[in-house]
């Protein structure tokens, strides 16, 4: 759903073509394309300057909602899609740490389900599922879309080498923190006091359920700190993307841009040193090998096992991107901090992992945060939702 002090600078629709190639995009500027406000948005910080701007638009107010197109969401429709998102990705997770936990290759994983989504969606293209728009211009924004994802796993793997991973996970906890910064000054969106609220045991809970060795050099903390605000800003231009100034479904967005990372990611791998194809080979044997002792030839069965993996993250993918749409970034950012915790008591439950007290209150406290905060977004899409529901029932 748009603003309607926004209405005006929505992009027309857009017109199908199923002969449309992967990296076409409309003709507009990426700040139009992720915002949704033409020139006036560019205008106005040219205008006014970096503080004059922040200023003004913090001190404006539009409900979050109104921005992000949850509004227009039932509850049970929400609910449906966030329990698809834990499936999927509690499912993946548990996967990896089962059948990949030993592949140490994140930039060619990353590579590797960007290749499933891209056969995965071409495949759903063919049959129908959805066309792709008739679309023409400069690529500039999906080409940092998908630059955002691929640069994500670099920051947090860089960040990783210079701090624990604890700390990692602390910092990286505050992402709701950044989200709501991002739509306070880019879109003067705003939230309830109660929303608030049930942010911090949610941020403060995975401090103490991952508490730890902390330590983090300065440069470091910087890459942290960064890797944190850059998964905000890649959960909001998800969203934005599907909900305002190129208007794109969660097949087609992920069809574009998974076409654009693979090659991304496959440089990355190369830069990172992961391309020496004798360890990569022994590494894929020995990570999803039944009997060490095969490796490092593949068996089929571990084939298998690789196309499973592959599916699983491209079914995670347009399950995530759907979601984002229906629920909003900052719900996200949220879902993903529970999905911390979630897998940290399935890990006590299927590999007895250890915890502390500290470690304990620290879950209890995400989970009730996490609980609080859907019962006060879920009752106010019920405010806003049922008259419309209403009316549809009585035409």
Not at 30 to 50: D, K, Q, W, Y
Request: glycine content about 6%; hydrophobic content about 45%; overall charge positive.
């Amino acid at each position: 759903m748009t603003h309607p002090q926004l209405a005006h600078s929505v992009a027309p629709e857009l017109n199908c073509s199923p002969t449309t190639t992967p990296f076409q995009t409309r003709a507009a500027s990426p700040v139009h394309h992720l915002t949704g406000h033409h020139s006036r948005f560019e205008t106005e910080f040219a205008t006014l300057g970096m503080r004059s701007f922040i200023k003004k638009r913090m001190t404006e107010k539009v409900d979050v909602s109104s921005v992000d197109g949850s509004a227009t969401v039932s509850k049970s429709a929400k609910s449906q899609a966030l329990a698809l998102y834990f499936a999927f990705n509690l499912g993946l997770t548990l996967f990896n740490k089962v059948a990949m936990n030993k592949f140490p290759y994140p930039y060619l994983m990353t590579a590797y389900h960007g290749l499933a989504s891209f056969i995965g969606t071409s495949v759903l293209k063919s049959r129908g599922f959805f066309t792709t728009s008739q679309v023409g211009g400069s690529p500039v924004t999906l080409y940092g879309f998908s630059f955002l994802y691929t640069i994500n796993i670099a920051i947090s793997n860089a960040s990783l080498a210079m701090v624990t991973v604890p700390y990692h996970q602390v910092v990286r906890a505050t992402t709701p923190v950044f989200t709501i910064l991002i739509y306070r000054v880019f879109f003067q969106g705003t939230y309830s006091n109660a929303i608030y609220w049930s942010l911090v045991p949610v941020v403060f809970g995975v401090g103490l359920a991952t508490y730890g060795d902390y330590y983090a050099s300065t440069a470091g903390l910087l890459l942290t700190i960064l890797g944190a605000f850059l998964a905000a800003l890649k959960t909001v231009a998800t969203n934005r993307l599907q909900t305002a100034g190129l208007h794109l479904s969660a097949l087609e967005l992920l069809y574009r841009m998974s076409f654009l990372a693979v090659p991304q990611a496959l440089v990355m791998s190369w830069l990172a040193g992961e391309m020496d194809m004798s360890k990569i080979s022994w590494s894929v044997a020995k990570s999803i090998a039944v009997d060490e002792m095969m490796a490092p030839t593949i068996p089929s069965g571990q084939v298998g096992c690789l196309i499973l993996n592959g599916m699983m993250a491209f079914g995670l993918n347009v399950v995530s991107f759907t979601t984002n749409k229906k629920v909003g970034a900052l719900t996200m950012t949220v879902a993903a901090n529970v999905k911390q915790i979630m897998t940290i008591v399935l890990s006590q439950l299927f590999w007895h992992l250890e915890t502390g007290m500290i470690n304990t209150i620290g879950i209890a406290l995400t989970l009730a945060g996490g609980a609080l905060y859907a019962y006060f977004s879920m009752r106010k899409v019920v405010k806003s939702v049922t008259p419309v529901e209403d009316m549809e029932k009585a035409v």
